[in-house]
Structure formats: C-alpha cells, structure tokens
C-alpha cells in the first residue's frame, strides 16, 4: 500500500484552469431593480401636489392645538361633611376591669406504673437543676406515678424548663392548665 501525499498532489505542475468564461448579466436583477425605481418616482409625483399651500394655516393650527393642552380645567372644591364635624365628635371609651384567673401550670414528664421508674426520671431532672415530684394517683386501671415540676405562674417560665429539658435529651413534657 503506497502512501500519497495529498500536500505535494495540490502543488502539482499539470494542474490545468478551466478557461475563462464571459459572466452573463444578471437579467433578473437589472428588470427588478427598474421596476423599484419607477415605482418610487411615480409614489413621489403622485404626493407631488397634496402639501397645504400655505403654511401659516398649519403654524395656527399647531399653536391653537397647544394652547387647548396647556390650560386645564379649574379643580371643583370638594366639600367632605366628615372635615366640619370630625372636631366636634368624642368617643367615650369605658373600660372594666376584668378579673383575670390566676392560672398556674403544671409540666408533667412522665407517667409510670413503677415508683422505680418514676424515681429514676426524677433523678435525671435534679441532675439539670431542676425539682421534680412524683405523686400517685389510683384510676380504673390501677396506681400511676406522674413525674410532675411546677407550679408555675407564667407559661414562659415552664417553657423555659422545658427547653432545659429538651437540651438534656428528656423529651415528651406537656404544659398543662392545672390546679392541684
């Protein structure tokens, strides 16, 4: 198999250029182009005699056009009846004094079936701190003990306790409206 080199084939000496042909006239553009060009010079003499003759007419016109744009019409007065007696008018606020209920609230932590278990989440409370009690309560279903931390005056302190708690992986305590 016999390598070409096709860069020393482009250079070759026997290369022959066709000959040279006239270039025909392009037919269809010259016939294109008159037929623009007349009908722009019959567009032009048909506009030839519609311009207004006299141009003062027009200047008038324009000034008389601006002058209707310039002046506006006067703003009508508005009367408000509010505005003449609004002054005169006073509102009379009686406020009573409502008696608030001293809500005090109660967290619970837990609620166990064995004192142990109660004792032990008791325990894991006082190491954040904080002084929990355990109390027993007889139901239907037998003798439960709640882990329970408060009385607290305000809902933001016993959030706070809780928030501590939290932090201390001791999870499931609920704020309630209790009084014991």
Same mark, same amino acid.
């Given at each position: 198999?016999?390598h070409?080199d +096709?860069?020393a084939?482009?250079h070759s000496?026997?290369?022959?250029t066709?000959p040279?042909?006239?270039?025909?006239?392009?037919?269809?553009r010259?016939?294109?182009t008159l037929?623009?060009v &007349?009908?722009?010079s =019959?567009? &032009?003499w048909?506009?030839? @005699?519609?311009?207004p003759?006299n141009?003062?007419?027009v200047?008038?016109?324009k #000034?008389q056009a601006q002058s209707?744009k310039?002046t506006l019409? /006067?703003?009508?007065?508005?009367?408000w009846e509010f505005i003449?007696s &609004?002054?005169? =008018?006073t509102? /009379?606020?009686v406020?009573?004094?409502q008696?608030?209920?001293?809500?005090?609230?109660?967290m619970?932590c @837990?609620?166990?079936r064995?004192?142990?278990?109660?004792q #032990?989440?008791?325990?894991?409370i006082a190491?954040?701190?904080? /002084?929990?009690q355990v109390r027993s309560?007889k139901?239907?279903?037998?003798?439960w =003990?709640?882990v329970?931390l408060g009385? +607290?005056?305000?809902?933001r302190?016993? /959030? #706070?306790?809780?928030?501590?708690?939290q932090?201390?992986?001791?999870? @499931?305590?609920?704020?309630?409206?209790?009084?014991?």
């Amino acid at each position: 198999m016999a390598h070409k080199d +096709y860069v020393a084939r482009g250079h070759s000496s026997k290369k022959q250029t066709p000959p040279l042909s006239k270039p025909s006239l392009p037919w269809l553009r010259i016939i294109i182009t008159l037929i623009l060009v &007349l009908g722009f010079s =019959y567009f &032009l003499w048909s506009i030839k @005699g519609t311009a207004p003759e006299n141009t003062t007419d027009v200047i008038v016109i324009k #000034q008389q056009a601006q002058s209707e744009k310039d002046t506006l019409p /006067e703003i009508p007065q508005e009367e408000w009846e509010f505005i003449r007696s &609004l002054p005169e =008018y006073t509102v /009379e606020i009686v406020q009573k004094k409502q008696d608030q209920p001293i809500v005090r609230r109660l967290m619970q932590c @837990g609620s166990f079936r064995k004192d142990s278990q109660a004792q #032990q989440l008791k325990a894991n409370i006082a190491f954040q701190g904080l /002084e929990a009690q355990v109390r027993s309560s007889k139901g239907t279903s037998g003798v439960w =003990y709640r882990v329970i931390l408060g009385p +607290y005056e305000s809902k933001r302190e016993a /959030e #706070q306790d809780r928030h501590t708690l939290q932090r201390a992986k001791i999870n @499931g305590c609920k704020i309630w409206n209790w009084n014991l």
